[in-house]
């Protein structure tokens, strides 16, 4: 039997960009298009601050910038629902 077992480095042998390579690239990326028409803020400074903290933070990878961004959103939501009904 014959097998072939591809670890978490493997993929960027043929390119693909190890996490911290890419979460670079990606911070890059979306902070020097901010204010440009890719994102809508709504006017909501204190979220467009929010989002320049988490992506500015150099101590975490896209991985844990998603997830503060998901746990920011569900947070805003709970709010809005308490304040409608």
Known sequence: MKGVFLGAGASYEVGMPLVWEFTQTLRENILKRL???LFNFEADD???S???EVLSNEDIHYEQIVGLLEKNTLKIEIIAK???G
């Open 50 to 52: 929010f989002f320049i």
């Open 35 to 37: 204010d440009s028409k």
């Open 82 to 84: 308490e304040h409608t």
């Open 46 to 48: 204190e979220l467009k």
